[in-house]
């Protein structure tokens, strides 16, 4: 089996039976094999440095309904909030203040945050943080909203696929979302010029391995500049209350996976793995993850955000833990790196 994991170092392709064969092999020393060589890359690639950004969850309404997610729009029981313009520039400037340099916005497909208040939000954020990465994380949108929102100075863009299967995305989400629909929105992001993220929950209910190499070889091909792998977590109010959340060690093993294929990409230790194991966090970066995105939301609206049970959002997980993250992550010998920390090709 190392022989494959040798080939994806050096090659940064597989066929789909090696991806599998990966996949299902249950040999330890393998993936201490896999997990050692997407370290010494990410090291090599990128030094002790871990990027952080900083998440402002903006909105919690949402006018789609997937099965697995907490803000789901028939979920009757969340406080809906949304963020107005000065809270949001609020958080921007604490989070300069503590040495972010990217801002991500991140929030449900909320019908009442116009394109026009979405444009002027970027705009301000743009004028008052020139050296700032804005991100954005708001979902299906169409082409000429993309490029109004990139126009106003938006740089990067994060739309998870979630599953590349179209069956598959249709047991997590109701009709009237397709995947097809999600990977147009994600080729117009990149046609635009937006760093694009995409990326997987691990262990959804109904993934199968044939659906997780089909999310490696889609993910091949796109070369996003980002991406984002955490384990599926149920939450109580979704149809899914009762499916068992994935593996954290299946997600790990992805992180190495994609650091391999892809030795440039800026992939993040996600908050959903360090909710799911409490050393989650130190687990994704020591398998190949270079960014971690603490929560800059206002504390009073942090629980509303509740995408999945139990989600962490204070201590290491928030803006204000910084110290305690940077101590963490010290603890493992890595550092964090106030730098915007943009894509780069190094080939
Ligand atoms: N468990 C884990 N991740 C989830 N997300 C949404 N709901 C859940 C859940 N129950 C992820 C999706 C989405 C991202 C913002 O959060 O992958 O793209």
Redesign the pocket.
């Known amino acids: 089996m190392k022989h494959f994991i040798d080939k994806l170092w050096r090659e940064h392709t597989l066929t789909a039976e090696e991806y599998r064969a990966l996949l299902t092999c249950r040999d330890a020393d393998t993936w201490a094999y896999l997990q050692h060589r997407a370290q010494k890359v990410t090291r090599s690639r990128f030094g002790n440095d871990v990027f952080i950004r900083g998440l402002i969850e903006i909105s919690n309404r949402c006018r789609n309904n997937?099965y697995?997610?907490?803000i789901r729009s028939s979920n009757r029981s969340v406080a809906r909030y949304a963020l107005t313009l000065e809270t949001i520039l609020k958080c921007c400037r604490e989070g300069y203040a503590a040495g972010f340099r990217t801002f991500v916005m991140?929030g449900g497909e909320d019908p009442a945050q116009t394109d026009e208040w979405v444009e002027a939000t970027v705009a301000s954020i743009r004028r008052e943080f020139p050296d700032c990465a804005i991100t954005l994380?708001l979902g299906e949108k169409s082409r000429e909203t993309y490029e109004r929102f990139f126009r106003a100075g938006a740089n990067r863009y994060?739309?998870?696929h979630?599953t590349h299967n179209e069956t598959h995305y249709r047991r997590l989400h109701p009709a009237g979302m397709s995947s097809t629909h999600r990977l147009q929105c994600l080729q117009w992001l990149k046609e635009i010029g937006y760093q694009t993220g995409t990326?997987?929950?691990v262990g959804?209910p109904g993934q199968t391995v044939a659906h997780l190499v089909e999310d490696l070889q889609f993910i091949e091909r796109f070369r996003p500049e980002m991406i984002?792998i955490?384990?599926?977590?149920?939450?109580r109010d979704?149809p899914?209350a009762g499916e068992a959340?994935?593996s954290a060690d299946m997600t790990l093993r992805l992180i190495s996976l994609f650091r391999l294929m892809h030795p440039d990409a800026l992939i993040p230790s996600t908050t959903?793995l360090a909710t799911l194991v409490p050393d989650g966090r130190e687990r994704g970066i020591l398998a190949g993850a270079n960014v971690v995105m603490p929560n800059l939301s206002p504390r009073e609206q942090r629980e509303k955000y509740a995408?999945?049970d139990n989600k962490a959002a204070f201590g290491a997980e928030a803006a204000e833990g910084l110290k305690k993250l940077e101590e963490r992550l010290r603890a493992i010998g890595y550092s964090i790196s106030k730098e915007r920390g943009d894509y780069k090709r190094s080939d």
């Open positions: 997937c697995y997610c907490g991140q994380s994060l739309l998870r979630e990326g997987i929950m959804s984002g955490g384990p599926f977590i149920p939450h979704t899914f959340a994935g959903a995408l999945y």
